[in-house]
C-alpha cells in the first residue's frame, strides 16, 4: 500500500463523512465536529502509513466502509469479530516488528565486530580483556580515577559510521559523572586514563548500551567517545563549588515567597 494510494482514500473518506460541510463551516459545532474529523482522520493516515513501512496491506475504500457505518450503527462485523481482526492484525504486525528489528540487530553487530578487528590493527590501540579498544591521543600526568570517583570530563559520542549523539563540547559545559553510574566501556576506559589525557575508546555493544534502542543510539550498537579527563574530584569538592547566595539573591527569593498564589 502506497502512501499516496492511503492519502487518497482518506481524502475519500473525508468527502464521504463531511458532505460538503468542510467547505461551508460556519458553526462553531460545525468547526469543533470537523476538526474531530480532520484529527481522526491524520491519526489512521499516520498508523497507516507506520504500517505500510512494516509491509502491511490496507484496503482503504473497506476502512472508509467501516468507519462510515460505524458511525450510521451498521457495522457488517459484531464487536467480537472486529476485536479478534484487530488483534491478529497487531499480532502480526508486532512480529513483522521483531523480526525486522532482529535483522537491524544483528547487522550492527556485524558491522560493530568488523570495525573493531580493523580498529585493532593500529598499533597504538589497545585491547582489553573485555574487548575494550583505548588510543592515548593526549598524554596525562595526573591521578587516575577509580571506580568511586567522580570525574569532569569533555567528550564526544558517535556511532562507528561516525554519527554523532552526543557532546559536551556542543554544550560548551564539561560533564560531572559518577564512576559507577557510567557505561562499563567507559568506566573501565576513563580507569586507564591519569588526568589531562586525552583518549579514543571504541566500546563494543556489550560493554555499551547493549542491544536495546537507547535514544539515538539504535540497539547493538558499537560506539566510540574521544573523552579527555580535566580532572578527578575529591570527596566533597563538587558540593564545595557552589557558589552561595548573595544577600540580594537571599531577599529576592523571601520576597517572592511572600506574595499570595494566584487561583
Avoid: W
Avoid at 26 to 45: C, F, L, P, R
Avoid at 87 to 98: D, F, M, P, T
Wanted: with cysteine.
Amino acid at each position: 500500500m502506497s502512501v499516496k494510494k492511503i492519502s487518497v482514500g482518506l481524502f475519500l473518506l473525508a468527502c464521504l463523512v463531511s458532505q460538503g460541510i468542510a467547505s461551508d463551516l460556519k458553526t462553531d459545532v460545525q468547526k469543533e465536529s470537523y476538526s474531530i474529523g480532520a484529527s481522526m482522520g491524520a491519526y489512521v493516515s499516520n498508523q497507516l502509513f507506520e504500517q505500510s513501512q512494516l509491509g502491511a496491506k490496507a484496503d482503504v475504500q473497506a476502512l472508509i466502509d467501516g468507519f462510515v457505518d460505524a458511525l450510521k450503527k451498521q457495522q457488517k462485523l459484531s464487536d467480537d469479530e472486529i476485536i479478534t481482526h484487530l488483534n491478529n492484525r497487531a499480532e502480526g504486525l508486532n512480529k513483522i516488528s521483531q523480526e525486522r528489528f532482529k535483522q537491524q540487530l544483528d547487522q550492527r553487530l556485524k558491522e560493530g565486530k568488523k570495525y573493531l578487528a580493523n580498529n585493532a590493527k593500529n598499533k597504538k590501540v589497545l585491547t582489553t580483556k573485555t574487548g575494550l579498544q583505548y588510543e592515548e591521543l593526549v598524554a596525562g600526568k595526573g591521578e587516575r580515577p577509580k571506580k568511586e570517583s567522580i570525574v569532569m570530563i569533555h567528550y564526544k559520542g558517535t556511532l562507528v559510521d561516525g554519527t554523532p549523539f552526543d557532546s559536551t563540547y556542543e554544550r560548551q559545559t564539561p560533564a560531572h559523572l559518577s564512576m559507577v553510574n557510567v557505561i562499563d566501556g567507559l568506566q573501565e576506559g576513563l580507569m586507564l586514563m591519569k588526568e589531562g589525557e586525552k583518549a579514543r575508546l571504541v566500546i563494543p555493544s556489550d560493554l555499551a548500551y547493549g542491544n536495546a534502542d537507547v535514544q539515538a543510539i539504535p540497539a547493538g550498537s558499537t560506539v566510540v567517545f574521544e573523552v579527555e579527563l580535566l580532572k578527578v574530584l575529591k570527596p566533597g569538592e563538587l558540593a564545595d563549588s557552589a557558589k552561595p547566595l548573595s544577600d540580594e539573591v537571599k531577599k529576592e527569593v523571601e520576597e517572592i515567597g511572600k506574595k499570595p498564589i494566584k487561583g
